[in-house]
């Protein structure tokens, strides 16, 4: 092999080694670590917080092998196509091959570069399937967690236990501050805080007298510039509520560095926060459903106000009590009877408050206030029938001692129910901020973007779903990983991430095209010189392109390749030949109306025998709308290619032709004299050029004449042809010109044969 040959394998050597991201030390460490959490597995002796920091740190490796994976992709990719370009191998026995020594070295540097490549995909595989194992092994241990069957609180000893157990914590807390309180050096520190903690207090005090009345002047001071008045709301509702909260933490902390705590008294105080959080979280549910706009969150789960505002405060005060139940049991290290008992209790509480919000949810189908849909209808009786169903099921299970699955039916749905009420309100506060900006009065059902934005938000809201029915952070990082990773079907990764990007890209430009035609359309646009019908075809024409461009960007962002729609455009050239010939049709002659504009939006036609004003011209057809008031859809094909008349095209300047007959023996010059006077007379004819009265000829029954005359506005065609009319009958009867009409004589010619 040639000198410079082999500088180039050493070259591609060196590359290999410093781009495989991996050292030998880091598979070392890795190989430690492994070996550790399979040894860790096999015991299983570790807690569940062990193995959740154990999967952390296996997981991070395994992104890691993952990222390696890729290493010299590119270059792989290079070799790979020079070897293919190379001629085939000579077929026959002892046929020389010139180019063997270049498939050798091609053949070589690809088996190089690869080795990195397969030591990250077999440390990528060791990874995921200890990941695998430690997430089973914590299911497992959940299910038999929720499915143990403990004491029960049908036995009166427990009652007891709980009710001396409970006085205990509450007695050992006193007894710790009370110690705590009588230290000389403790009372100095207190006095010396005294001032701090009263102005905290206060503050905490004024802050929750005075929220409803702050609430008000925030929204009214926020009215003029964001209008709308759930918007309003929202902003002094949401400050309140934070404001709440933060001096309610304030005060927390405040309290937490007196050194008057005990252990234990120091830990219940940490749940206070968390306890105001719910019972606010609540009241900002409360104050937002009495300002919302649209029905769903008015009438969830039904139309009375009174009812369900108690059941939402009702059901926060009993999470909150759980709360604290739960940190008492942790904190003290409660007996299971003691814990049966307490859950028993909290169980009933808000199995009540799932039964009376059952009953709110199966009336819904039936309140004409709400009117939902057959399909929200239909799912609010199962969902109520479920519930009903828990709030039976519960407090029988935590009675025979299955604690842990009682708790699963209950307050999990509690948090959910509550979870759907910040859906409607998120819901309903994106769509009145996109109305806000958009300057138009769109409701939350009207058009796509809101659709999407209600999409939008549930999809964003299925991980909380997630934490609160059970699931782990580490599960829902694992979701993420496949999501990125996604699944090849045919050579071709498809990942939802990709999906997801797609939707969101051409979502944003979606909507940055509608803000944009809004603008042109009520702002540019009407400041220009263009008329109406130019003014329309400019903003469908930017619509169609804006959409265009939105779906380029969205397909580009999820890097896949245009090329490969071609396959897609040969079987749509199919399709159009063999079916869909009118479609394309109606869709290229919807784009040579807004470009040519032979019909515009506004125009008063006439198009195969109907006659109307256009009211709408879309990509497939075009809707006029006629004098009945009935809307008739044409194709766009009918309008390029058949007879099409356009009364108002360019002006409104039109001919009006009236007809009237007088009796033989009139004065003919005194006819065209009167009707000229007439039609000289009407304030929509035009005197340049003058209107004209036609003596037409000799009819059957009359002398027939015309009044040619000029409309300034054509729409008003009728209304002067009327008036017309109308005036030449009185001059007729004052002049004594008779109208004739047609009269027939009927010869019998068998009379005398009929008399008989």
Same mark, same amino acid.
């Given at each position: 092999?040639?000198?410079?040959? %082999?500088?180039?394998?050493?070259?591609?050597?060196?590359?290999?080694?410093?781009?495989?991201?991996?050292?030998?030390?880091?598979?070392?460490?890795?190989?430690?670590?492994?070996?550790?959490?399979?040894?860790?597995?096999?015991?299983?002796?570790?807690?569940e917080?062990?193995?959740?920091?154990?999967?952390?740190?296996?997981?991070?490796w395994?992104?890691?092998f993952?990222?390696?994976?890729?290493?010299?992709?590119?270059?792989?990719t290079?070799?790979?196509?020079?070897?293919?370009?190379?001629?085939?191998?000579?077929?026959?026995?002892?046929?020389?091959?010139p180019?063997?020594?270049?498939?050798?070295?091609?053949?070589?540097?690809?088996?190089?570069?690869?080795?990195?490549?397969?030591?990250?995909?077999?440390?990528?595989?060791? +990874?995921?399937?200890?990941?695998?194992?430690?997430?089973?092994?914590?299911?497992?241990r959940?299910?038999?967690?929720?499915?143990?069957?403990?004491?029960?609180?049908?036995?009166?000893?427990?009652?007891?236990?709980?009710?001396?157990?409970?006085?205990?914590?509450?007695?050992?807390?006193?007894?710790?501050t009370?110690a705590?309180?009588a230290?000389?050096?403790?009372?100095?520190?207190?006095?010396?805080?005294?001032?701090?903690?009263?102005?905290?207090?206060?503050?905490?005090?004024?802050?929750?007298l005075?929220?409803?009345?702050?609430?008000?002047?925030?929204?009214?001071?926020?009215?003029?510039?964001?209008?709308s008045?759930?918007?309003?709301?929202?902003?002094?509702?949401?400050?309140?509520?934070?404001?709440?909260?933060?001096?309610?933490?304030?005060?927390?902390?405040?309290?937490?560095?007196?050194?008057?705590?005990?252990?234990?008294?120091?830990?219940?105080?940490?749940?206070?926060?968390? !306890?105001?959080?719910?019972?606010?979280?609540?009241?900002?549910i409360?104050?937002?459903?009495?300002?919302?706009?649209?029905?769903?969150?008015?009438?969830?789960?039904? +139309?009375?106000?009174?009812g369900?505002?108690?059941?939402?405060?009702? %059901?926060?005060?009993?999470?909150?009590?759980?709360l604290?139940?739960?940190?008492?049991?942790d904190?003290?290290?409660l007996?299971?009877?003691v814990?049966?008992?307490?859950?028993?209790?909290?169980?009933?509480?808000?199995?009540?408050?799932?039964?009376?919000?059952?009953?709110?949810?199966?009336?819904?189908?039936?309140?004409?206030?709400?009117r939902?849909?057959?399909?929200?209808?239909?799912?609010s009786?199962?969902?109520?029938?479920?519930?009903?169903?828990?709030?039976?099921?519960?407090?029988?299970?935590?009675?025979?001692?299955?604690?842990?699955?009682?708790?699963v039916?209950?307050f999990?749905?509690?948090?959910?129910?509550?979870?759907?009420?910040?859906i409607?309100? +998120?819901?309903?506060?994106?769509?009145? !901020?996109?109305?806000?900006?958009?300057?138009g009065?769109?409701?939350?059902?009207?058009?796509?973007?809101?659709?999407?934005?209600?999409?939008? !938000? !549930?999809?964003?809201s299925?991980?909380?779903?997630?934490l609160?029915?059970?699931?782990?952070?580490?599960?829902?990082?694992?979701?993420?990983?496949?999501?990125?990773?996604?699944?090849?079907?045919?050579?071709?990764q498809?990942?939802?991430l990709?999906?997801?990007t797609?939707?969101?890209?051409?979502?944003?430009?979606?909507?940055?095209?509608?803000?944009?035609?809004?603008?042109?359309?009520?702002?540019?646009?009407?400041?220009?010189?263009?008329?109406?019908?130019?003014?329309?075809?400019?903003?469908?024409?930017?619509?169609?392109?804006?959409?265009?461009?939105?779906?380029?960007?969205?397909?580009?962002?999820?890097?896949?390749?245009?090329?490969?729609l071609?396959?897609?455009?040969?079987?749509?050239?199919?399709?159009? %030949?063999?079916?869909?010939?009118?479609?394309?049709?109606?869709?290229?002659?919807?784009?040579?109306?807004?470009?040519?504009?032979p019909?515009?939006?506004?125009?008063?036609?006439?198009?195969?025998?109907?006659?109307?004003?256009?009211?709408?011209?879309?990509?497939?057809?075009?809707?006029?709308?006629?004098?009945?008031?009935?809307?008739?859809?044409?194709?766009?094909?009918?309008?390029?290619?058949?007879v099409?008349?356009?009364?108002?095209?360019?002006?409104?300047? %039109?001919?009006?032709?009236?007809?009237?007959?007088? +009796?033989?023996?009139?004065?003919?010059?005194?006819?065209?004299?009167?009707l000229?006077?007439?039609?000289?007379?009407?304030?929509?004819?035009?005197?340049?050029?003058?209107?004209?009265?036609?003596?037409?000829?000799?009819?059957?029954d009359?002398?027939?004449?015309?009044?040619?005359?000029?409309?300034?506005?054509?729409?008003?065609?009728?209304?002067?042809?009327?008036?017309?009319?109308?005036?030449?009958?009185?001059?007729?009867?004052q002049e004594?010109?008779?109208?004739?009409?047609?009269?027939?004589?009927?010869?019998?010619?068998?009379?005398?044969?009929?008399?008989?």
């Amino acid at each position: 092999m040639s000198l410079w040959r %082999g500088f180039l394998i050493w070259l591609v050597l060196a590359t290999a080694v410093s781009a495989q991201g991996l050292s030998d030390d880091d598979y070392a460490t890795w190989v430690t670590t492994a070996t550790r959490a399979e040894s860790v597995l096999e015991t299983d002796r570790a807690s569940e917080t062990a193995l959740d920091a154990l999967r952390t740190q296996v997981a991070g490796w395994r992104d890691q092998f993952l990222a390696a994976q890729s290493t010299n992709k590119d270059r792989i990719t290079a070799l790979r196509t020079q070897l293919a370009a190379l001629p085939p191998v000579p077929e026959g026995e002892g046929t020389p091959d010139p180019l063997a020594d270049r498939r050798a070295e091609l053949n070589t540097q690809i088996t190089t570069l690869m080795a990195p490549v397969l030591r990250a995909e077999e440390a990528y595989s060791r +990874a995921d399937s200890i990941v695998r194992e430690i997430d089973r092994k914590v299911l497992e241990r959940r299910t038999d967690t929720v499915l143990e069957m403990g004491p029960s609180a049908m036995v009166p000893d427990h009652w007891g236990m709980a009710v001396t157990a409970y006085l205990g914590a509450a007695a050992a807390i006193v007894g710790e501050t009370t110690a705590k309180l009588a230290l000389p050096t403790v009372q100095a520190e207190i006095r010396s805080s005294l001032p701090s903690l009263a102005l905290v207090v206060l503050l905490v005090l004024g802050v929750f007298l005075w929220g409803t009345w702050a609430a008000r002047k925030i929204s009214s001071a926020a009215r003029p510039l964001l209008k709308s008045e759930f918007l309003c709301g929202f902003v002094a509702a949401a400050s309140v509520g934070v404001a709440r909260y933060a001096v309610v933490w304030m005060l927390v902390q405040r309290l937490s560095d007196l050194p008057i705590w005990g252990l234990r008294g120091a830990q219940m105080l940490g749940v206070v926060p968390t !306890v105001v959080m719910v019972l606010l979280m609540a009241q900002f549910i409360l104050a937002m459903r009495a300002i919302a706009t649209s029905s769903t969150l008015q009438n969830f789960p039904s +139309a009375d106000r009174l009812g369900v505002s108690s059941l939402v405060t009702f %059901g926060a005060i009993i999470f909150a009590i759980a709360l604290i139940d739960r940190q008492i049991i942790d904190v003290f290290a409660l007996d299971s009877q003691v814990t049966a008992v307490a859950s028993f209790v909290l169980v009933c509480l808000g199995a009540l408050v799932l039964y009376q919000f059952a009953g709110h949810l199966r009336a819904v189908p039936r309140d004409a206030t709400a009117r939902p849909s057959n399909v929200g209808g239909a799912l609010s009786r199962v969902i109520g029938r479920f519930l009903r169903f828990a709030s039976f099921v519960a407090p029988v299970l935590a009675l025979v001692g299955f604690t842990n699955l009682s708790i699963v039916f209950v307050f999990p749905m509690i948090a959910t129910i509550g979870l759907v009420f910040a859906i409607f309100i +998120a819901q309903d506060l994106l769509i009145e !901020v996109y109305k806000t900006i958009s300057g138009g009065s769109q409701t939350a059902s009207d058009g796509l973007l809101p659709v999407l934005i209600n999409f939008s !938000v !549930v999809m964003a809201s299925l991980p909380v779903f997630a934490l609160i029915w059970g699931a782990r952070v580490a599960n829902l990082t694992e979701i993420w990983t496949q999501f990125k990773d996604g699944i090849s079907i045919g050579g071709t990764q498809i990942s939802p991430l990709d999906f997801m990007t797609f939707v969101m890209v051409f979502t944003i430009g979606y909507g940055a095209t509608r803000l944009i035609q809004s603008a042109l359309k009520g702002t540019v646009l009407p400041k220009t010189k263009l008329d109406l019908g130019a003014q329309n075809a400019v903003v469908s024409g930017f619509g169609y392109v804006g959409v265009f461009l939105a779906a380029m960007a969205a397909i580009s962002s999820t890097g896949l390749d245009l090329s490969s729609l071609a396959i897609v455009a040969g079987a749509l050239s199919v399709g159009i %030949g063999f079916g869909l010939q009118n479609i394309v049709s109606n869709f290229v002659s919807g784009i040579i109306l807004l470009i040519e504009r032979p019909v515009s939006q506004g125009d008063w036609i006439e198009v195969g025998g109907k006659m109307g004003y256009v009211r709408d011209i879309s990509v497939r057809s075009t809707r006029i709308e006629t004098f009945d008031r009935t809307d008739v859809i044409i194709p766009n094909a009918d309008l390029v290619s058949g007879v099409v008349t356009n009364w108002t095209r360019g002006n409104t300047v %039109g001919r009006l032709i009236v007809p009237v007959g007088v +009796a033989y023996g009139t004065d003919t010059r005194k006819v065209e004299q009167i009707l000229a006077e007439i039609a000289s007379q009407q304030p929509m004819v035009v005197q340049d050029p003058p209107p004209a009265v036609v003596f037409q000829g000799f009819g059957a029954d009359s002398l027939d004449f015309d009044i040619r005359a000029i409309l300034r506005d054509v729409n008003y065609m009728n209304s002067v042809k009327s008036e017309i009319n109308h005036q030449i009958a009185e001059r007729f009867v004052q002049e004594g010109i008779e109208i004739p009409f047609a009269q027939r004589d009927i010869y019998i010619k068998n009379i005398d044969e009929l008399k008989k």
